[in-house]
């Protein structure tokens, strides 16, 4: 890896705090790409393992569109060390979801790189949520939070999210079982102010929605509350819970009728695709969604499913820009969701059979 002083990052050629659906395919497309080829050379100059890949899966030279660009499968991380940074320069190292024995996925974080999607993020929940922070209910254990060196996926994205709240109130304990009455008592304290809602969605259901109707009790974070919720929807599916049933409990149990389920990973982080009001994930302009036939891996038109790619034009210090995921995913069309915002929208279905168990919620094991 080069000792000398690096040149700029990569990046778009846009700043990183503009609205993200604002840009047509005809606009996004160029300067996503040009984003993109830049990524893929500067992780190939500083991250052998990606380099020798690169080289032996894919045609030499700049993509010409986003079908095109070199990727990895997600798994790779599990398995080898791939960093386009000095170690020195590492400030958090982020781990995926996995139980005991299984490999996980380590994510090394540079500044820029962290930088990057923290501003993203927040450009995004921005665009749902408004500028105005509200009281945060966080559907998980604060002890989570104790390492801050070292994060899970549900770890980094409780704090990733709990900057867009104040006030915040952890309201499962160490054993992941909800306080109900504290969690009454800071709703009363805040009646008459919408609440925002982070969690794991299987936590959410399990650990918070299913003990509020076990012990025959009703919630109401009152109206404009809103509840932000991803990963984990495997288990919800095993028990035949759809996201059509889960908003409908969530709403008659405890009063959330502003529900906004994301798909992201520990891989992407900050690269994440928000459910609009119709149900459909979107892609912001700083990242892009391929969706692939399974057997062949040619991409697919809209309306067939398939595998899930992600692109995302954040991170620097490691190769995570263009990766395959072990999703099942169908694309819905670019620039032409009922909700307005441009970029491509899509659905995930699940998981690939015969792939291991990754949800992000699965970062700590949860009692049955």
Same mark, same amino acid.
């Given at each position: ?23 047509? /395919? ?10 993109? @080829? ?5 992780? %190939? ?6 380099? $020798? ?52 996925? +380590? ?11 923290? +501003? ?31 994060? @899970?996926?549900?770890?980094? *994205? ?7 709240? +104040? ?17 009454? /008592? ?5 009646? *008459? ?10 936590? &959410? ?16 974070? *009152? ?5 932000? $919720?991803?990963?984990?929807?495997? +288990?919800?599916?095993?028990?035949? &819970?759809? @996201? ?63 595998? %899930? ?6 991170? %620097?210090?490691?190769?995570? $820009? ?6 099942? *995913? ?39």
């Amino acid at each position: 890896m080069p000792s000398d002083a690096a040149p700029p990052f990569p990046g778009l050629a846009i700043g990183l705090d503009a609205p993200p659906y604002q840009l047509p /395919a005809a606009q996004k497309q160029p300067l996503l790409l040009s984003a993109l @080829n830049a990524l893929t050379e500067w992780h %190939v100059q500083r991250c052998p393992p990606y380099a $020798h890949a690169r080289a032996r899966m894919f045609a030499a030279g700049a993509a010409t569109c986003r079908e095109e660009l070199p990727w990895l499968p997600v798994r790779l991380f599990k398995t080898q060390e791939l960093l386009s940074a000095e170690p020195a320069q590492i400030i958090k190292t982020l781990t995926s979801s996995g139980t005991t024995g299984q490999a996980v996925s +380590r994510i090394y974080l540079d500044r820029e790189t962290s930088l990057r999607q923290t +501003r993203v993020l927040t450009t995004i929940m921005a665009s749902f949520l408004g500028k105005q922070r509200w009281p945060m209910v966080i559907v998980d254990s604060a002890d989570l939070l104790k390492d801050r060196s070292k994060f @899970n996926a549900r770890a980094a *994205g409780i704090l990733g999210f709990s900057v867009f709240g +104040r006030q915040h109130h952890h309201c499962l304990d160490e054993h992941l079982d909800v306080q109900i009455d504290q969690l009454e /008592a800071f709703l009363a304290q805040h009646r *008459g102010t919408p609440i925002l809602v982070f969690g794991f969605t299987f936590v &959410v259901w399990q650990r918070l929605l299913q003990a509020v109707m076990a012990q025959g009790r009703r919630l109401d974070f *009152g109206p404009g509350s809103t509840l932000i $919720h991803g990963g984990g929807w495997k +288990r919800l599916q095993d028990q035949q &819970v759809d @996201n059509a049933t889960f908003k409908a409990l969530l709403k008659a149990h405890l009063g959330l009728e502003r529900v906004f389920n994301y798909y992201g990973m520990v891989e992407q982080v900050g690269s994440i695709f928000m459910e609009c009001e119709h149900g459909h994930l979107h892609a912001p302009m700083f990242a892009d969604v391929i969706v692939r036939d399974t057997i062949t891996l040619e991409p697919l038109p809209p309306g067939r499913e398939g595998v %899930v790619q992600v692109l995302s034009a954040l991170p %620097v210090s490691y190769p995570g $820009h263009a990766l395959l995921t072990e999703d099942l *995913g169908v694309l819905h069309g670019e620039d032409d969701c009922p909700c307005g915002r441009m970029g491509r929208h899509f659905s995930v279905l699940g998981r690939l059979p015969q792939v291991e168990l990754r949800g992000c919620s699965d970062t700590r094991a949860i009692p049955a």
